[in-house]
C-alpha cells in the first residue's frame, strides 16, 4: 500500500472518530490552532524564508512572490480568520426536514459531515489554514495538498494546525498534508475513489481542469469568471457607468470582476463613449469589435474570438455592440463560465427575461457583478464559488462541507 | 464531430429553450407523451418482440427476459407513471432561500434545470420512460443510452415519446437516445464535461462502478444496498424477528431489503434460533459465522469474509454474532455501502449511538430497512436512491435533478 493510501485511510479513520465529536469541541480545536499559529509564528516564517528564497533564485515573478510571502501581520491575520470559524454557526446536526410518517415513524434528515474531504491548491500558503480550519468546522477529516512552490510554509503550518487540534482533543490525523509535490502524487489522491468523499480544487483554471479531467473523486469546480456587463438599450447611463467601473476595476485580480462589456447598438453612441473614456483613465487596456473601434475612443485593441473567452483577472477589458437582448443572452450563454452576470436596464421585460435566461450561478439586475461572494450573500464563511451545477452553485457556506443522513425512529414497523 | 457529440449539442441547444417552458406546457407533454404510449402501444410492442427473439436466440435467462418483455398491461402501466408524474409539484421556479441585502440589493435563490442529464441503463425498457418523463419534468434535456439487449424496444420508446413532446409544444431534441450500444459510445458520452451536466447510471453494481470510475461528467451513484439488521441485546425479541423477516423476504430482490444479520451475542440463544427458523421456513438460504452454526438450527453454509460484503439481492442472508454495539457498527461501517441500516433494541442510548454512529443514508431504529423509498419519505417521484454523499443523500426527489441560481435585482449599486 502506498504512503497516499495509507495517509487516506487514516483519514477515513478520523473521519468516523470527527463525526462524533462535539461543536464545543470543534470550536474549541479553531481557537487553540489559531493561538498555535500565533505561538509557532517562528517556524513557520523560517519555513516560508526557505520557499521565498528557492522562489527568488528560480525567478519566480513578482505577484507570485508576494502571494508566497508571509509576515507576523500576515500569520496574525489568518490566525484571525480561523478563530473567527469558530464563532459561525455549525450546520453540523442541523435538521434539514422531518415529517412522521402515516405509520409513525419519526423521520428527519439531519446534516453531517461529508467525510474526508481534499483539497488541493498552489502557491498560497494561507490556503492551507483555511482549508484545515473550515474541515475542522464542518467535522471533515482534511488531506491537503499544497503547490511545490509553497510546500515548506504549508507543511509547518500543517504541522502547527494538526498538532494544535489533536491537543484540543480532535482525533489523530485529521489533519494532514502531502508532503510528495510530484504530479503522481495529486494523481493518486484523485484516484481514490470511496477513501476520499470530495475534491476541492483551489486555483487557477489548469489546476481545475486537471482535477475535473483526471479525478475519479467528486469535484467541486470553483472560481472562474469570465463575467459580464451587458448595457442594455433602456439602461441609465450614469449607473451603467458606475456599473462597469466598479465590476472592472474595484478589484480587477478576483473571479467576480467584470471581464467582458456588452452595449445595445441603440445606445452605443450616447452611453459608450464616457464608458470608454472611464476606462483608458482607469488604465484598462481594451479589446473591442469593429464597433466600438469605430468610436474613436483612445486605443482600442481589435478583439479576437479568444478574447470573448478569455478571464483576464488583470486591467483588461473586451467590449461589444450587439443588436439587443437576443444576441447578448446567447453571447453571455456562449462565452460566459456561468459565473456572475449582470444586465442594465430599466426596461421590466428586459430584465425578466436576462433573469429567467441567462445560466449562470449569479444573475445580477443593476448591479455590480462584484457582490458574488459568501459575506456579501449572508453565507458567513466561504469555502468558494462553484460554477458548476451538482451539490452546490455559486458561493458555497459551510453547508457546501456536509452530507445529510436520515434518521427513521420506529416502534417495530414493518413494510406492509 | 461524432454523432454523439452532435448529439450532446443538441441537447444543450434544447435544454435552454427547456429551461424556459413553462409548468403547464410541460405537464402538457407528459399527459401527451403518456397517451403516445398507448396509442403506439403496436409499434412498441413490435420492437419489443426482435428485442425478445434475439435474447431468446441468445439464451438469456428466465428472469431477465421477463424483465425485458413488454405486453399491453405493462405499457398501460408505464404510461400510467408518465401521466402521474404530471401531477407532481414542480420543483423548478420554487424560491428556496432569499432575503434583503443590507444594500437593498433582492436576492432569492430559486431552481433551476440541471441542464442536460443523461442516464445509462441496462434492460428494462421502462427506465427509457421513466428517464424521459422526469426529465421533462424538471425541464431538462435527456440524452438516454439504453443497453443492447432492449434495444429496439428502448428506441421505439424514445422515439414515441420524443415526437408527442414535440408536439406538445417542447423543443425538439428535448429527448434523445444513443442507438449504439457499442462500449465506445457510453465511453464517449462519459467524457463530454461541460455538454452533460449529470449522468445517472441505473443498473447493476458493476454499470454504476464502470461510470464512476470513467466518467468525466459528473456521477450520481445510486442502488446498491448491502443492508443490515442488527438485533441488539435490548432488542425485543418478537420485534426482532418480525423486523429481520421483513427486511429479508418481503421483497428480496430490492436494495433496501436486509443482507446481512447481526445479533449480539447476550441474546443469540434467546433471539436467534426463532429467527433462524423463520428465515429457514421462508426458504432463505443462510451463511453463517460459527457461533450461529453451533446453535445447530438447520443447515447454515459456513460465511466466508466475502459473504459480509455481498448484497445477495436473493432469498440468502449472512448471519453473524458481535460482541456488542461497538463490533457492530464497526462491522457495519466496514461492510456496508452507506445505504440502510437498523437496528433492534429498547436501550436508549445503543439506539442514539447508532443513529449517531452509523454512516449510512438512512439509519433506522426499530423499523425495517425496506422504508427507504421516495415514495415512503414523502418526495414524490423517486429518481433513485443515492449512496455517495454530494449532491443528493438517500431516496431522490425531483429536486435531486435541479440546480438553483441566485437572482439579485438591485437599483445601481456598486461595492466600495
Redesign the interface.
Known sequence: MTEITQLALRAREAS?AL??TSTTVRNGALVAMAAALLAHADRILAANAVDMEAARVAGTPAPLLDRLMLDEGRIAGIASAVEALAREVDPIGQVVSG?R?PNG?Q?R?VR?P??VVAMIYEARPNVTADAAALCVKTGNAAVLRGGSLAIHSCLAISDVLAEAATSAGLPEHAIQSITSTDRAAADELMSL?GLI??LIPRGGAGLIRNC??NS?V???ETGVGNCHIYVHSAA?AE?AL??V???KC?RPGVCNAAESLLVDEAVCDTHLPAILRALHEAGVELHGDERTRALGVGDVIPATEQDWGTEYLDLKMSVKVVAGLDEAIAHI?TYGTQHSEAIVTGDYAA?ERF???I??????????T???DGG???LGAEIGIST????A??PMGLAALT?????????????P
Chains 1, 2 share one sequence.
Open positions: 468516523r463525526a462524533r415529517h410518517m415513524i423521520l434528515q453531517v461529508l467525510g475513489h468523499d470530495v475535473v479531467e475519479r467528486p469535484v467541486i441609465d449607473m458606475r456599473i467601473m466598479n465590476a474595484q450563454n430584465a433573469l429567467d435566461e445560466d449562470a450561478a449569479a444573475v445580477y439586475v443593476n448591479a455590480s462584484r457582490f458574488t456579501e450573500f449572508g458548476q451545477k451538482l451539490h452553485r455559486g452530507s445529510t443522513k436520515y434518521l427513521a425512529m420506529g416502534d417495530g414497523q414493518v413494510r
